[in-house]
């Protein structure tokens, strides 16, 4: 299909986000649509998700559990392209131009971070230069991009950002920030139906066994625990230390574990990113996105994304982290849920199915929800 319709989309889809922002600034005398980028990096919540790619003049927000782990691999390998031409350039390029290359990159972290893969870049007597680095880098992610799979499957393009081995790419690091909300500036965030994207999080993150997992995640195993310690029926009379030796082995059902972060997650700052409000996460009405791709239409909207980052040698097929899993799978979890627990996140994710065109019935077929005045509140 053309790529000549999607702009036309993503007007539609960007004016809806701004109408919704300003109706909520008049319904709750809110300021969010007029704050700054200034704002959003004062409360440094969101920065470590948000990507920019200067010379593009583009900004990528990262949403969990929507095509992550695929689209970030490809706003990795235009990052450091764009280091790579700037290191060519004789630093030509305003944004790193009084940045020293070692600054650019942190040579030591990125080494380690390939090792424990067994992945290693020059010899073993001699460091790898930035540049060395960053070809090699170039040369697995491309042919990552192309299904070559370089990767063991433990490895996680994760890894590169929870030590911040990049830092140039990162919002904080952004001379002028508000160059972000000029008109030239492309903001892009790829969004799921939120019913979906909480049910995929919880069978990727708690609905999987240690033992399981491709790479160890000690924090969601242990959050798994914790819901088996609240929630499940011992037999008997056990100590902690036995019931804690049979969590590790049992998995939450989807009910607990909505209800365990519902009871436990009041302020919604502070849910973990896999299922907070992306709304919320990407601090959608600051920064009002321009290219809003969904997981629904990933197909269409994926390619277009590369088009803008001019990367016609990734293959928008290429797919990372993919579970196989249906939106009927998706849809079975919801079934057994009391109304009030789906009164309740509907609440929650209200700005995401509204900002994003998203309907409750598409995951819930119940004609009547009954619903307290208490689940009615944020």
Known sequence: MSLLWLPNVYEERSASLIAHCMRLQLTTGEKQYEESVHHVRQKRKPLYLIFVIRTKRFAYCSVPKVATK????????????????????????????????????????????????????????????????????????????????????SFDIWHFYETSVFPYINLEFLSNASRLLSSPFTRAIFVRHPFERLAAAYTEKIATLEKDRIR?????????????????????????????????????????????????????????????????????????????????????????????????????????????RTNKDYKQLYVNLPDEMICRLRNLYSDDLQIFNYRLEDYIDRPMLKCSSDSLKK
């Open 70 to 153: 695929t689209v970030l691999g490809s706003v990795t390998y235009a990052h450091l392209r764009e280091l790579r031409e700037h290191l060519s350039s004789n630093r030509s390029n305003v944004d790193f131009t009084r940045v020293p290359p070692e600054k650019l990159i942190h040579i030591r972290a990125v080494s380690r971070i390939l090792g424990k893969h067994s992945i290693f870049i020059g010899n073993t007597t001699k460091s790898p230069t930035v540049i060395d680095l960053i070809d090699s880098l170039l040369s697995l992610l491309r042919l990552d991009g192309i299904n070559v799979k370089p990767f063991p499957p």
């Open 216 to 324: 160890s995640e000690s924090y969601y195993n242990q959050m798994r625990q914790s819901i088996c310690l609240q929630y499940f029926k011992f037999n008997g009379f056990l100590d902690l230390s036995e019931k804690n030796r049979l969590c590790e082995n049992i998995i939450p059902s989807f009910q607990h574990f909505i209800a365990s972060f519902l009871q436990n997650h009041i302020i919604l700052g502070d849910i973990d990113p896999h299922w907070q409000p992306y709304s919320s996460l990407c601090s959608v009405c600051n920064l009002r996105y321009n290219l809003i791709g969904k997981y629904e239409t990933f197909d269409k909207d994926y390619p277009y994304f590369l088009k803008l980052l001019n990367l016609s040698d990734w293959d928008s097929q290429r797919r990372r982290g993919s579970t196989h």
